[in-house]
């Protein structure tokens, strides 16, 4: 490597105009200026667009959040609580909990190394190399961008579902929340809503990321300190026989056709919808400043806090239910509600569910960022149709709004396959876990074999564990998507289908076709990985500008 040329250091008063706006890549009379992280960038083949002016915590909080155990816990509580009761659902969230962990830690590594919006499937693209790289890019895409699609009528359903069972308990008489038409309307509309964030402004959806931790404070308190208080209050503790109870509820017919291991199997739902969707801080990466160490933090900083922290307020929960077959037995839309309702009384449980509804709808916004921008990322390489529209960036604020709008869309109308079915809101939750998994798997498995040599790891990574970390994460997740796709209530008709299997399906078929379509239309004619948004000529005439060295890319050359 060349010697740098450090210019003379300069304090923020002493840059001058152009080249402060040459932090978002913009020209010079000497050649594109750049800061290392839009460097790095380049590095990869993009030109910045994006606005860069998210850290640390916003990367940690957009994978914290994403999982947000304080909702998600709770979401699939009853779901638990019949598959398998107290002794399924604490062993299954603990096993689930630390081999995501380990699947993050892989994913880490990579990020570290290689930080774009488009993260995991550029990754595929890149391990994969001439040969392999864009079939690899295009399947991780499709899977990919698929999963993050299904999150979000699936994460708002969740809410909408706390807001329905406190609305439940206030006026038990009221006929229009058991309609499923009502409640694909108010969350159709909170899509739209947490979509606002997304397409206005950065400012804004930095905020938006830091409310959630007021609502997670809130409720983690109210779990931990209020709940335990009440059942002290007012009732009584559980014996430690508690967490040795097992329910099987998941045959509705005599005599069963599930046994009770099959029945702890599909129970894994449980923890698998919770502790998935850390490359939302791989997706933030273009966004971020320090993006390589910050992104692999964030990524596994917020699934080992998450894991921590669920497992003692799981506990609380278990050892403060008061009438275990009132919670299997009720018939809000969260059977959570019976559990509040038995610890902190009526209004106390509808107050505790409301601000789960306000949390849930917030952490939307993660999922919905998550989605844009994988949407746009993609597009940004021709994968989509439309790609040319939905890959524009407003041009005040560099926000992909055409993204987020096709993200509301497609979240909507996906939503309606809620109306109708016993079990459609969790095979919905199970096609997002399917599927984000299925796209974590394929870049996990290239790094170690046809990408091996291609792979330079960067300052943070996981040295001679790396192989054996990546094993387990992949074992995990072939074995996770085997449980998920399972039917989940017995017998199977066609309103206990778990349709998880036929929408796995159709995201099979439609990506292969994709590819495979002859007339020169399909993807393997045209498709060649990743576009290079940044010339030749503009990486070698750049110049990185710091706030105390200012030098030539041209001295340094891509890695």
């Not at 830690?105 to 993260?119: F, H, R, S, V």
């Not at 969707?277 to 992104?295: M, P, Q």
Request: aromatic share 12%; net charge neutral.
């Amino acid at each position: 490597m060349a010697t740098q040329r450090k210019a003379p250091a300069k304090g923020l008063a002493e840059i001058d105009n152009h080249e402060v706006k040459a932090a978002t890549g913009e020209k010079s009379s000497e050649g594109l200026l750049l800061t290392k992280d839009e460097y790095h960038l380049a590095q990869l083949g993009y030109k910045q667009t994006l606005h860069r002016g998210l850290g640390l915590i916003e990367n940690f909080i957009a994978t914290f959040v994403t999982m947000n155990f304080v909702s998600g816990l709770a979401v699939l509580f009853g779901f638990a609580m019949y598959t398998g009761g107290p002794q399924a659902a604490l062993a299954n969230w603990t096993m689930v909990g630390g081999l995501s962990l380990i699947v993050a830690l892989t994913m880490a590594e990579i990020a570290a190394a290689l930080p774009t919006a488009g993260g995991i499937y550029y990754w595929s693209a890149y391990l994969g190399g001439p040969e392999w790289g864009p079939f690899l890019g295009w399947t991780t895409a499709w899977w990919n961008w698929a999963g993050w699609i299904a999150v979000v009528p699936a994460t708002q359903q969740g809410a909408t579902n706390f807001l329905f069972s406190a609305l439940q308990i206030l006026y038990p008489n009221s006929t229009i929340l058991s309609k499923g038409w009502f409640s694909w309307l108010i969350t159709s509309l909170m899509i739209i809503v947490a979509a606002i964030p997304n397409i206005y402004s950065q400012t804004v959806l930095k905020w938006t990321l830091r409310t959630t931790i007021v609502t997670f404070t809130i409720l983690y308190i109210s779990y931990m300190v209020w709940v335990p208080a009440a059942t002290a209050h007012h009732g009584q503790f559980q014996d430690r026989t508690i967490l040795t109870t097992f329910v099987n509820g998941i045959n509705e017919s005599d005599p069963p056709q599930a046994s009770n291991a099959y029945c702890w199997i599909v129970g894994i739902l449980f923890g698998a919808w919770d502790f998935y969707g850390w490359d939302a801080s791989v997706h933030l990466s273009e966004e971020t400043k320090h993006a390589g160490a910050s992104t692999a933090r964030g990524m596994w900083l917020g699934v080992l806090a998450s894991w921590c922290l669920s497992v003692p307020t799981l506990l609380v929960f278990l050892f403060c239910i008061q009438d275990l077959n009132a919670i299997n037995d009720a018939k809000f839309s969260n059977n959570f509600a019976e559990l509040l309702v038995q610890t902190v009384g009526r209004n106390g449980a509808a107050a505790i569910l409301i601000i789960c509804w306000i949390d849930n709808s917030i952490q939307l916004c993660v999922c919905i960022l998550s989605a844009q921008r994988v949407t746009y990322a993609i597009a940004r390489d021709g994968v989509l149709p439309g790609s040319k529209y939905l890959a524009r960036v407003s041009e005040k604020h560099k926000m992909p709004v055409n993204a987020a709008i096709l993200v509301v869309v497609l979240g909507i109308a996906i939503e309606a396959a809620i109306i109708g079915s016993a079990v459609a809101f969790e095979a919905l939750t199970a096609v997002g876990t399917i599927a984000v998994n299925i796209s974590y798997l394929i870049p996990i498995v290239a790094r170690h074999t046809i990408g091996r040599k291609r792979f330079q790891p960067a300052a943070w990574n996981l040295g001679v564990f790396s192989p054996f970390l990546a094993a387990i994460a992949s074992i995990w997740i072939c074995f996770l998507v085997v449980v998920l796709v399972l039917p989940q209530l017995y017998p199977v008709t066609a309103e206990t289908l778990n349709y998880a299997p036929i929408m796995i399906g159709g995201i099979s078929i439609i990506s292969t076709v994709a590819w495979i379509f002859p007339f020169g239309l399909g993807g393997r004619y045209w498709f060649k990985g990743c576009k290079r948004t940044i010339t030749d000529e503009e990486f070698r005439t750049a110049k990185i500008i710091d706030d105390d060295s200012s030098f030539a890319l041209s001295e340094m050359g891509p890695k």
